[in-house]
C-alpha cells in the first residue's frame, strides 16, 4: 500500500514538472482573435478561388478528411485536390454558427456550421473530385483541429458532416 502511494505521489511530481505552463486567460483570448480571423481570411480564399492564400492557413501535414472520399494527406496535396475545384466552380459562405473555438496548449479546436453556395462554372462538366462539394446549395458542420507553429496556428485536420443539400 505504501509503494503504491509513494509511486503515485512520484508520477504527480513528474507529471506537475513537466507540465507545460498554462497560458493566461489574455494569452487564450489573444489566441482565439487570431485563429478567429484565419477564420475569415480563409474564408475569403475560398470565394476568391485563391488556392496560394488558402494553402497558407494550412499545417505542412495537413489532412483533410472529406465524407466519403479518401483521405488527402499534406498541404501538397490539398493544394492539388483544390485546383480542379476551383477551376469547376465558385464558392460563396454562409456562416449559420460563426466558430467556436477551444484552446488547448499548442492546439485548438474549432466547430462551425456554413452553408456553401457553389456555382459551376460549367454546368455539363460538373465537379468530379471524390470528396468535393457538389450541390449548388449545402449545409455542413466542420470540425477541425490546428496546431500551433513557428509561423502561427495552422489547420492540422479538418472534416465536416452535411447536415443537407
Known amino acids: 500500500m505504501l509503494r503504491t502511494l509513494f509511486a503515485l505521489l512520484s508520477l504527480l511530481l513528474v507529471t506537475l514538472a513537466v507540465a507545460p505552463v498554462r497560458a ?3 494569452e ?15 474564408r475569403a480564399a475560398v470565394e476568391r478561388s485563391d488556392i496560394p492564400s488558402y494553402l497558407t492557413f494550412l499545417h505542412d501535414d495537413i489532412r483533410l478528411m472529406p465524407p466519403g472520399a479518401p483521405v488527402i494527406e499534406g498541404a501538397a496535396n490539398y493544394g492539388e485536390f483544390l485546383r480542379p475545384v476551383f477551376e469547376a466552380a465558385t464558392y460563396k459562405f454562409e456562416v449559420d454558427a460563426m466558430p467556436a473555438i477551444t484552446v488547448v496548449g499548442d492546439f485548438a479546436f474549432v466547430e462551425y456550421t ?23 446549395r449545402s449545409t455542413s458542420r466542420y470540425f477541425d483541429v490546428l496546431r500551433r507553429t513557428p509561423a502561427g496556428w495552422r489547420l492540422w485536420r479538418h472534416t465536416w458532416h452535411v447536415m443537407d443539400q
Open 24 to 26: 493566461n486567460h489574455h
Open 28 to 42: 487564450v483570448q489573444a489566441d482565439i482573435e487570431i485563429i478567429d480571423q484565419h477564420y475569415g481570411d480563409w
Open 114 to 136: 456554413y452553408t456553401v453556395l457553389l456555382t459551376l462554372k460549367n454546368a455539363e462538366a460538373g465537379i468530379t473530385q471524390p470528396g468535393a462539394l457538389t450541390s449548388n
